[in-house]
Each structure stands twice: as C-alpha cells, then as structure tokens.
C-alpha cells in the first residue's frame, strides 16, 4: 500500500486542541486535510518519525495587526516559526478597509509602502487568496477606519447619514466574511465613539454571526467601567465578546483584575459568551501619540487609560526618522534633553508622529499570571511587525506560554495551553475545521519538542525565533521544516460562513 497518503507523521504524542490529555499515534495528511488519526496503516508518500515530540494543530493568533504585513513580509516567518498558522488581523479598531485610510493609518507601522490597492474586505480577502502569504489570515473589521471614512477624525456623535455609511461599511466586510468587529477605544478616532454607536454597529454582527473584539475605553483606573461597558454593547447588540489584551495597566491599578475577571464570570453567567485575549508578557506595547493623548506621560494621580508610565519604563521601539532613538528610553531622552517626561514625548511625536512606536513595562507578573489561569483567556500576540526593536511578543508568545508558563510554572497542563491557542479560539471565532487534530480538519499542525520548546526574544534582542519547534504544515504544506521555513506560502484568506 505505498502512498497511500501523501504525508504520515508517525509515533508522535499528539495534542488534539480540546484540552484532552495527549495520546500517542501517527497523523496522515492527504491533500490539505488531516486524513486519519491513531494507528494509521499504509505508507505515506512522505514519512516523519515524531517520537518523542508533540504535535498540535497549528497556533491562532487571535490578535494580530498584520493587515499590511501579510502583503509586505508574506513569509510571516516571525509567526509561522513560532507555530502560528493563522492570524486574526483587524484588531483595535484598525481594519484593512476602506482602502485609503487603512493606508493611512497602517503607513505609522509601515510606512507609505507598496501593497497592492483593495476596494473593500471583499478585495482585500481576494488579494490574500491572489498573493498569499506563509499563513491563514482571518479578518475582523476595524471600527476606527470605518468611522474615519465616514467622517474623518470629528470629535462627536454622527449624524444619521454618517452612521448608515459606517452601518454599510461593517456590513460589507461581514458580509464579505469577515469574523466580527473590533473597536480601539483610545485611539483617534475611536476614543470619540459613544457606546450607542457601537451597539449600532455591533447589530450587524448579530446578523451575520460574527463577534465584537474591543480594546477598551481604560486599562488603567477605570479599568472595571471598560469591561462593563464592553459587556454590555455585547448583550445589547446580541453578539459574542472578546476582551483584548485583557490586563491591568499601570502600578497603581495593579490587582484590578481580579476584579475585572468577576465582572467576567457574572457575564458568562448570564450566559453571554465574554473570552479574552493575553500576551504573556508584562509590557506593552503602542503607538507613542496614544499613550501621551491618554496621559501615560503625566504626573502620577491623573487616570488616563493606560495608568502612569515611569519614564525609565518606557523603551522605543520605532523611530524611523531617528534610528538612534531605537532601543532607548524615555528616560535617557528627558536626561539628555532636560525635559520632562510629557515635553520630550511630545518632541518625539512631532518629529516621528505615528511611527513612533513605544514598549511599555506597565503590568504585574501576578496580574498576568491571574489573567493567564482563568477560563476567559486564550492567547494573543498583540505584535507589531515594524522597527528595529518590536516587542518580543511578535516572536515568542506562543512558545512562552506552552514553555514557561505551563511546563516549568506548571500554570496549567500542556494540552490546556494548546487548547487555550487551537481549539479554543477556532471554536470562538467561527474558524471551520481548524483547531482540532481530527479527521477531515485542515492540516494545520505544528510538531515540537516539549522539553526543550522555548521563546528567545528578549526586549534586547527581539529577533530572535524560539527553539525547539520543529516543523509548521499550513493546509497540509509544510512551511517550518526542521526548524527552516520553507518559503512555502499556502495561506489562504479565511471567510466566515464559508
Ligand atoms: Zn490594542
């Protein structure tokens, strides 16, 4: 029976995505789908020994900002060497449509780089499918471009017409499959949305089945109004909640979340579905113009939304027009310029405006640790693929989690943490077949090796690929091979109700 199946990955300890203890067997591939599961007979086409290594459906990046980035690095090789094989863009209100404003506010990340132009969600999930990139890419339509396109960056509610342009705008980009909507409440020109608009708004994903993301008013102070302010455009509006990088932000607001987890659990009891996103780590990351418009640069005891940032805590990220601030922090600059924390930020962000990308140390070990355990939370990586020092989440988070902080913390079991980025994210967001290592799924699988699986990006050396992952399949291609990409780009765009 030779080649029977193109690919036979034997006598692995395969990791099904439902949180179900790991069972040892062989996987059979056939085309882009998982063919069979356990003691599979016959020979593959292919053949890998995978003993002693795990093997998992493929990791989900349920917050990405890779809109702009699966066109201009469509290797993805940051995600896919870390196991990610789909990435959910859209988030934070910023969406890849309508098309010129999507470039306007994607050229802070990338600058004015050449994409290929799009007419709506529609165009922008075909151009994935013409050109694609390593990795699947599912979408979610981003408030923020949407109400600039309908009436710039204005400071007020909309008028009727206003809000039937947006109305048509979401409606488009569900109807054309994306996943949902996702808000940035304390970016322009979301932090100008009352939450009537948003419910508005939100109604279209009621019918069409998709689920309401949002990154919240306040992560700081006023932390808990913003989770039931969340809570309540999702009851309102009929829709599922996902809670973005759900944190507490600043020192002084340290400990709220366990407060905002109850908010959480009274919901869920109420049976809305509220989840929640985190990166494992305890610094954030932004564009530079939101943290000083949100008071993150002013005297402690003000409560802006993203808590006070000491100036020492505060490191750049991107900085194109000044290279040399890159890796610096906010503190050096104020030393060498004899300025307060506020003024220097406010130079940099007249020089750069909103290139300037800043990561921020504003969080709690035990904070993200008490996020990391509750049920709510599966993961994301928040990443922004821009400037010479990103966060490292943008190449770690996946394997941080599994290694650090299920196997060595022992936080939770190892098939409760690929469960928390496979089969839990796929069931929320409505991504068929995917998530699960079962027959007729799609072959999306990552094999690695348990013991020595570990994330080496550091906020000093950020570039860096994590170890001990050995091969990526994206719809049954392998694109990781013995911890190589492959060039391999089998990505396709993810449609909703397809
Ligand atoms: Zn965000």
Redesign the pocket.
Known sequence: MAGTWDLVIRNTTIYDGTGAKPTVGDVAISGDRIAAVGDVSGEGVQEVDARNRALAPGFIDVHSHDDFAVFLTPAMDFKVMQGVTTDVVG??GMGAAPFPIAVAMFSGLHGRSNVPEWHGYAGYLAEIDRNPPSLNVAALVGHGTVRYSAMGNACREPSAKELDHMRAVVREGLESGAFGMST?LIYEPGRYARTAEIIELAREANRTGGLYAS?MRDEAAHLLDAVRETIHIGEEAGVPVQI??HKASGRENWGLVNESLKLVDEARGRGLDVTADQYPYTSGSTILQAVIQNGGLDEPGDTGAVGTIPPEKLLFASTPKHPEWEGRTLKDLCDQWKLAPRAAGERIAAEEGPGAVVVMETMNEDDVRTVMRHPSTMIGS?GLAMGSRPHPRLYGTFPRVLARYARDAGLMTLEEGVHRMTGMPAAKFGLKERGQVRPGFYADLVIFDPSSLLDTATYDQPRRYPEGLHHVFVNGTAVVRDGLHTGARPGRALRRNS
């Open positions: 988030n934070c940035g990154h973005s990088h928040d």
